[in-house]
């Protein structure tokens, strides 16, 4: 676990109420999860956290932006955070989360904020409905430990918000992302796939399509092509320079054809 020095740690315990403001309704979830990175991001890299884009801008300074946060609220506070969101280019952070942050204040993308984790088909339901979950943890001082494989609940809530910016920021791959999710979560829910659930392997895989995997629909069904044939090809008992039974060829190429159709159409139009 990375030490942080005394003045950090504090800023990261005045989270869990943060969050219980946002529960009692002074602050929405953009603004919520908005400031969460900016307490987040100053603990961790100190005066080093951000810096201007344009020189004619104010360096960043961490005793103004943090007086700025506690005497502002409403219209006001999400106004400025979307200024600096805008103004900044911040230290360890690829440029997609801060526009998707921006993009969640404007209330331009479906972004809902969860203080759990959710699992992989709850993921992909949302995923068919338009959204994409952002998981903020406060409790102190579970955020400084693992959240599945990040190594702190930051790592984790910024991996959440690339994958936001990779589900929203092309209308098209959105379209496409949206139909293959719908396909694949109707497929499930008429049990086409329960067969292959007892495989462990395959499984595992299957989840990271269902909620980790925010691309093109066609590398995507590729993938689910991929993961079907090791599947066969282990039941077969068949090498990789080996050709799979009918049957088995038969099985995935009807599993691809009910996530085929609709993906590419809603990419291409």
Same mark, same amino acid.
């Given at each position: 676990?990375?030490?942080?020095?005394?003045?950090?740690?504090?800023?990261?315990?005045?989270?869990?109420?943060?969050? =219980?403001?946002?529960?009692?309704?002074? &602050?929405?979830?953009?603004?919520?999860?908005?400031?969460?990175?900016?307490?987040?991001?100053?603990?961790?890299?100190?005066?080093?956290?951000?810096?201007?884009?344009?020189?004619?801008?104010?360096?960043?300074?961490?005793?103004?932006?943090?007086?700025?946060?506690?005497?502002?609220?409403?219209?006001?506070?999400?106004?400025?955070?979307?200024?600096? &969101?805008?103004?900044?280019?911040?230290?360890?952070?690829?440029?997609?989360?801060?526009?998707?942050?921006?993009?969640?204040?404007?209330?331009?993308?479906?972004?809902?904020?969860?203080?759990?984790?959710?699992?992989?088909?709850?993921?992909?339901?949302?995923?068919?409905?338009?959204?994409?979950?952002?998981?903020?943890?406060?409790?102190?001082?579970?955020?400084?430990?693992?959240?599945?494989?990040?190594?702190?609940?930051?790592?984790?809530?910024?991996?959440?918000?690339?994958?936001?910016?990779?589900?929203?920021?092309?209308?098209? &791959?959105?379209?496409?992302?949206?139909?293959?999710?719908?396909?694949?979560?109707?497929?499930?829910?008429?049990?086409?796939?329960?067969?292959?659930?007892?495989?462990?392997?395959?499984?595992?895989?299957?989840?990271?399509?269902? =909620?980790?995997?925010?691309?093109?629909?066609?590398? =995507?069904?590729?993938?689910?092509?991929?993961?079907?044939?090791?599947?066969?090809?282990?039941?077969?008992?068949?090498?990789?320079?080996?050709?799979?039974?009918?049957?088995?060829?038969?099985?995935?190429?009807?599993?691809?054809?009910?996530?085929?159709?609709?993906?590419?159409?809603?990419?291409?139009?």
């Amino acid at each position: 676990m990375e030490s942080l020095n005394d003045e950090s740690q504090e800023l990261l315990t005045r989270l869990p109420g943060t969050a =219980s403001r946002r529960r009692a309704g002074e &602050l929405d979830d953009a603004v919520f999860a908005t400031l969460y990175f900016f307490y987040w991001q100053i603990a961790r890299h100190g005066a080093r956290f951000a810096s201007r884009k344009c020189k004619r801008d104010p360096r960043p300074d961490i005793g103004a932006c943090l007086a700025d946060i506690a005497s502002t609220d409403g219209d006001t506070l999400r106004g400025l955070l979307l200024a600096w &969101l805008d103004r900044y280019q911040f230290h360890g952070v690829i440029a997609n989360v801060p526009v998707a942050l921006a993009q969640w204040l404007r209330g331009a993308w479906r972004l809902a904020l969860r203080e759990d984790i959710p699992d992989p088909r709850e993921v992909l339901r949302m995923q068919a409905h338009g959204m994409r979950p952002v998981t903020v943890l406060t409790a102190w001082p579970r955020l400084r430990q693992p959240v599945l494989n990040k190594p702190d609940a930051f790592a984790f809530f910024l991996h959440d918000l690339e994958h936001a910016y990779k589900f929203f920021h092309s209308p098209a &791959l959105h379209a496409g992302q949206l139909a293959f999710f719908a396909a694949l979560d109707r497929a499930i829910d008429r049990g086409e796939f329960a067969s292959y659930f007892g495989d462990t392997e395959f499984s595992g895989k299957f989840h990271y399509l269902m =909620s980790d995997m925010n691309t093109h629909p066609e590398h =995507s069904r590729q993938y689910l092509r991929a993961i079907l044939v090791e599947f066969h090809r282990r039941r077969e008992r068949k090498r990789t320079a080996e050709a799979l039974n009918q049957t088995s060829e038969r099985a995935i190429t009807n599993l691809i054809r009910v996530v085929e159709i609709p993906a590419l159409l809603a990419v291409r139009a």
